[in-house]
Nanobody
Framework: VQLVESGGGLVQAGGSLRLSCVAP???????????MAWYRQTPGKQRDLVAT???????NYADSVKGRFTISRNNSRKTIWLQMNSLNSDDTAVYYC?????????WGQGTQVTVSS
Protein backbone atom coordinates (compact mmCIF):
# COMPACT_ATOMS: atom_id res chain seq x y z
CA VAL A 1 0.00 0.00 0.00
CA GLN A 2 1.49 3.31 -1.05
CA LEU A 3 0.80 6.97 -0.74
CA VAL A 4 0.18 8.71 -4.06
CA GLU A 5 2.06 11.92 -4.84
CA SER A 6 1.43 14.34 -7.68
CA GLY A 7 2.26 17.87 -8.74
CA GLY A 8 5.92 17.66 -9.60
CA GLY A 9 7.37 19.04 -12.79
CA LEU A 10 9.74 21.52 -14.38
CA VAL A 11 9.71 25.11 -13.16
CA GLN A 12 11.96 28.12 -13.57
CA ALA A 13 13.93 29.48 -10.66
CA GLY A 14 11.76 31.78 -8.60
CA GLY A 15 8.62 29.90 -9.53
CA SER A 16 6.19 27.82 -7.50
CA LEU A 17 4.82 24.30 -7.41
CA ARG A 18 2.28 22.57 -5.22
CA LEU A 19 2.72 18.89 -4.42
CA SER A 20 -0.14 16.70 -3.27
CA CYS A 21 -0.15 13.38 -1.46
CA VAL A 22 -3.22 11.20 -0.96
CA ALA A 23 -3.26 8.38 1.55
CA PRO A 24 -5.37 5.33 0.79
CA UNK A 25 -8.42 4.87 2.98
CA UNK A 26 -6.92 1.65 4.36
CA UNK A 27 -3.96 3.52 5.84
CA UNK A 28 -6.03 6.29 7.36
CA UNK A 29 -8.64 3.96 8.81
CA UNK A 30 -6.19 1.50 10.38
CA UNK A 31 -3.28 3.71 11.41
CA UNK A 32 -4.78 7.07 12.39
CA UNK A 33 -3.67 9.36 13.88
CA UNK A 34 -0.89 9.78 11.35
CA UNK A 35 2.01 12.19 11.36
CA MET A 36 2.94 13.08 7.81
CA ALA A 37 5.92 14.57 6.08
CA TRP A 38 7.68 15.42 2.86
CA TYR A 39 11.21 14.25 2.12
CA ARG A 40 13.43 14.80 -0.89
CA GLN A 41 16.34 12.98 -2.43
CA THR A 42 18.90 13.67 -5.13
CA PRO A 43 20.98 10.96 -6.85
CA GLY A 44 23.70 9.54 -4.65
CA LYS A 45 22.51 11.34 -1.53
CA GLN A 46 20.40 10.39 1.44
CA ARG A 47 16.73 11.20 1.68
CA ASP A 48 16.34 14.45 3.62
CA LEU A 49 13.42 15.68 5.65
CA VAL A 50 11.77 18.78 4.18
CA ALA A 51 8.68 19.39 6.31
CA THR A 52 6.50 17.60 8.82
CA UNK A 53 2.94 18.00 10.03
CA UNK A 54 1.53 16.14 13.01
CA UNK A 55 -1.98 14.75 13.26
CA UNK A 56 -2.78 17.90 15.27
CA UNK A 57 -1.46 20.19 12.54
CA UNK A 58 1.85 21.20 14.13
CA UNK A 59 4.41 21.90 11.45
CA ASN A 60 8.18 21.90 11.25
CA TYR A 61 10.55 22.72 8.40
CA ALA A 62 14.12 22.16 7.35
CA ASP A 63 16.11 25.37 7.62
CA SER A 64 16.70 25.38 3.86
CA VAL A 65 12.99 25.74 3.08
CA LYS A 66 11.71 27.86 5.97
CA GLY A 67 9.76 30.85 4.74
CA ARG A 68 9.43 29.37 1.24
CA PHE A 69 7.58 26.07 1.69
CA THR A 70 4.30 25.40 3.48
CA ILE A 71 2.98 21.99 4.48
CA SER A 72 -0.73 21.52 5.12
CA ARG A 73 -3.25 18.71 5.48
CA ASN A 74 -6.92 17.89 5.27
CA ASN A 75 -7.74 14.73 7.17
CA SER A 76 -11.22 14.34 5.70
CA ARG A 77 -9.66 14.28 2.24
CA LYS A 78 -6.72 12.13 3.48
CA THR A 79 -4.44 14.58 1.72
CA ILE A 80 -1.39 16.66 2.49
CA TRP A 81 0.16 19.37 0.33
CA LEU A 82 3.51 21.06 0.00
CA GLN A 83 3.34 24.56 -1.39
CA MET A 84 6.79 25.49 -2.67
CA ASN A 85 7.58 29.11 -3.51
CA SER A 86 10.74 30.92 -4.58
CA LEU A 87 12.19 27.69 -5.91
CA ASN A 88 15.88 27.47 -6.73
CA SER A 89 18.14 24.86 -8.28
CA ASP A 90 18.96 23.38 -4.85
CA ASP A 91 15.33 22.32 -4.58
CA THR A 92 15.68 19.97 -7.56
CA ALA A 93 15.01 16.46 -6.26
CA VAL A 94 12.55 13.61 -6.10
CA TYR A 95 10.02 14.47 -3.41
CA TYR A 96 8.50 11.70 -1.31
CA CYS A 97 5.45 11.71 0.91
CA UNK A 98 5.65 9.87 4.22
CA UNK A 99 3.03 8.85 6.75
CA UNK A 100 3.80 7.22 10.06
CA UNK A 101 2.38 6.07 13.32
CA UNK A 102 4.91 4.85 15.82
CA UNK A 103 7.29 2.50 14.04
CA UNK A 104 4.97 1.93 11.08
CA UNK A 105 5.70 4.07 8.04
CA UNK A 106 4.39 4.37 4.50
CA TRP A 107 5.94 6.02 1.47
CA GLY A 108 4.87 7.22 -1.92
CA GLN A 109 6.61 6.50 -5.20
CA GLY A 110 8.05 10.01 -5.41
CA THR A 111 7.49 12.93 -7.75
CA GLN A 112 10.28 14.72 -9.60
CA VAL A 113 10.76 18.45 -9.13
CA THR A 114 13.23 20.13 -11.45
CA VAL A 115 14.10 23.81 -11.12
CA SER A 116 15.84 25.38 -14.08
CA SER A 117 18.10 28.38 -13.56
Amino acid sequence: VQLVESGGGLVQAGGSLRLSCVAPRTIFSVYSPLDMAWYRQTPGKQRDLVATITSDGITNYADSVKGRFTISRNNSRKTIWLQMNSLNSDDTAVYYCNAKQGLTAFWGQGTQVTVSS
